[in-house]
């Protein structure tokens, strides 16, 4: 399967608050999780990336946890700004053609003052 | 960071007209891609290439065809317009950072 499954859809949190956005994948092959903002009008960007052997990764108040076993992994973010207010994806590459990632279906955040 | 410029931004056209829209990167860069974004779809592949004159085939090419006769030109072409091809376009060039693709600012077709 070349699915990356993301939910919730869309995600509303107070300012200060933990947003948890959970994907699933299935294929086996997948080996390196990024995951990409958009902001409104703008192309997506990446902002951190995991390799399945690394069971966390932080970046300031962006955190990555990665359950191999249950081929799941999660972006959380801490003390949400109203400037984190985007829709995120994560996304899977298998190492094939370089950079052809599979994409989950995005996960729309409002961070409310 | 890498300069891709897609063009246009935008365009309206009406079902069955044939539409192009062209991305131009500054870096040299070897791979570049065209995904479509659509609420509730995410982002989809359509197209990729990995050099001048080979391209390939993503998750979604029917009714597109691409062409790379430069480096830095990456064009995408609707034959036939529908209106389900209505979406936003990026273009997306590959940086060599693994996992990182940099992507243009979209172009937003309409389709009536």
């Known amino acids: 399967q070349q699915q990356v499954k993301q939910s919730p859809q869309s995600l509303i949190v107070q300012k200060g608050g933990i947003s948890i956005i959970n994907c699933a994948y299935e294929?086996?092959?997948?080996?390196?999780f990024p995951w990409y903002q958009q902001f409104p009008g703008k192309g997506p960007a990446l902002l951190i990336a995991?390799?399945?052997?690394?069971s966390e990764k932080k970046e300031g108040r962006f955190t990555i946890s990665f359950n191999k076993s249950a081929k799941q992994f999660s972006l959380h973010i801490m003390d949400s700004q109203p400037g984190d207010s985007a829709t995120y994806f994560c996304?899977?590459?298998?190492?094939?053609?370089?950079?052809?990632?599979?994409f989950g279906k995005g996960t729309k955040l409002s961070v409310k003052p | 960071d890498a300069g891709i410029t897609q063009s246009p931004r935008h365009k309206v056209t009406e079902t069955g007209t044939p539409v192009t829209l062209r991305c131009h990167q500054t870096?040299?860069?070897?791979?570049m891609y065209w995904y479509r974004q659509d609420p509730g779809h995410g982002l989809r592949l359509i197209h990729y290439?990995?050099?001048?004159?080979?391209?390939d085939k993503g998750e979604v090419s029917d009714g597109y065809s691409v062409s790379r006769s430069k480096t830095e030109d990456f064009l995408l072409t609707l034959e036939s317009a529908t209106s389900s091809q209505t979406s936003v376009y990026f273009c997306?060039?590959?940086?060599?950072?693994?996992?990182?693709?940099?992507f243009g600012e979209g172009s937003r077709l309409t389709v009536l």
């Open positions: 997306a060039i590959s940086t060599g950072t693994r996992g990182e693709l940099f």
């Open positions: 294929n086996t092959a997948f080996d390196y």
């Open positions: 995991i390799r399945p052997d690394v």
């Open positions: 996304a899977a590459d298998y190492g094939g053609s370089q950079g052809n990632l599979i």
């Open positions: 870096e040299n860069h070897r791979y």
């Open positions: 290439s990995y050099g001048v004159k080979d391209t």
